[in-house]
């Protein structure tokens, strides 16, 4: 029999689950459970997010799998900053500035992945290697005693871990993972998301603060109600358990078969189908471990009520027929439509307007909400407590 001394990180909160439905237990009233509305609104706050949380720390833009090929490359421009995103002909993947180093010109102009030997800017055709070196500039006597050799492409810091591809756009600091992730290092390993594969991948801009939409995903309250007609009767009502794992969290919702197992073994317990896993990496990612597929959430606010979601669907392997890719096409759709954007979302944007309406000065959490309470705590440690800017 296994020991819980044994277990990996994850499955410790899977054993704490258990033992806090047998026990009936129910959390403690957050000790801060008031939030100023302004908190979601304040446009001089946001522009402290966006510098101190999402170019100060690593971020995942996508996953390995989206670049097979020598050349491919995507771009990406939800950081406020236009990066260029290529898999050399070394087969490593590395992160530019999408610019030309002659007039500031962007290089890429494609959103979708696409492949190509080189990049040449279409302003003047200064030519650029895939390792970002400079390989041509048309007439470059013009540039008689310039050095044109550091004049190849600024990189951006980008490392590959558990298949996500992360860059860190500040420059105040190294990129770290390690101290990064902490033990959700380990859970990404034992969830295996180097070794899954894209399938699907939407890009939406939500009409809400990226803060709430990290909070929708941090609470077992809403789960039975808003998803009554979807996932909801799928889960336990209100059961669910969370860790703060540094600046991220784990959380684990007890699915309705659970109380099945409560006296079952470890080696009897899964982590995929008796809950549902749900990890949200600071400062804007969250993952869901379905019982059979990944969802990958990045959210990149564009204002204090608008936030790009990048929706990545990881699946196990590629499908090799029709029916296996039917299936996925299915599986995403009722997440992708069905749960997050009619339901997930649709309640992200009208809680936006509720803020804007003045109705309320703050937003009320419960005991089941505490999840959101250790959001806050996260931002607090990092940024301090809210101050509104002057009217």
């Known amino acids: ?79 406020g900053k236009p990066l260029l995103i290529v898999r050399g002909r070394d087969d490593h993947i590395r992160a530019f500035y999408n610019v030309c180093r002659h007039r500031g010109m962007r290089l890429a102009q494609n959103t979708e992945v696409m492949r190509k030997p080189s990049f040449v800017c279409p302003y003047h055709h200064w030519a650029y290697d895939l390792d970002g070196s400079l390989k041509n500039v048309p007439l470059s006597e013009s540039f008689d005693g310039v050095n044109l050799s550091c004049r190849g492409l600024k990189e951006v810091p980008c490392e590959i871990r558990h298949g996500f591809i992360w860059v860190q756009i500040g420059e105040t600091k190294p990129l770290d993972l390690n101290s990064h992730l902490g033990e959700i290092d380990a859970d990404l390993d034992a969830f295996g998301t180097g070794d899954q594969h894209v399938f699907r ?58 109380p099945e197992i409560l006296n079952a073994p470890p080696e009897k317990w899964d982590d995929r189908n008796h809950v549902s896993f749900a990890h949200y990496i600071f400062p804007n990612t969250i993952i869901v471990f379905h019982p059979d597929y990944i969802s990958h959430m990045g959210l990149f606010p564009q204002g204090v009520d608008e936030t790009v979601v990048v929706h990545t669907c990881l699946i196990p392997k590629e499908p090799e027929t029709e029916k296996e890719r039917d299936h996925w096409e299915r599986a995403f759709d009722i997440i992708e439509n069905g749960v997050f954007q009619a339901e997930d979302f649709f309640v992200c944007e009208n809680a936006q307007i509720g803020m804007a309406s003045g109705a309320n000065e703050t937003l009320l959490l419960g005991a089941q909400e505490y999840g959101i309470a250790l959001f806050h705590d996260i931002l607090r440690d990092e940024m301090g407590p809210f101050r509104q800017s002057p009217s």
């Open 201 to 258: 991948q939407t890009t939406t801009t939500k009409k809400a603060n990226w803060k709430l939409i990290v909070e929708a995903f941090q609470d077992g309250y809403h789960v039975v109600r808003l998803h009554q007609k979807s996932v909801g009767p799928l889960f336990m009502d209100a059961r669910a358990s969370m860790d703060r794992v540094g600046n991220n969290l784990r959380a684990a919702v007890a699915r309705a078969f659970f």
């Open 1 to 79: 029999m296994s020991k819980l001394s044994d277990l990996p990180p994850h499955m410790k909160l899977f054993a704490r689950l258990l033992d806090e439905v047998k026990s009936d237990y129910r959390p403690p009233l957050p000790e801060i459970h008031d939030v100023p509305v302004a908190f979601y609104l304040d446009d001089d706050w946001l522009a402290r997010e966006r510098f101190e949380l999402f170019a100060g720390y690593p971020i995942i833009v996508g996953h390995e799998t989206m670049l097979t090929q020598a050349g491919e490359h995507f771009t990406h421009d939800h950081l």
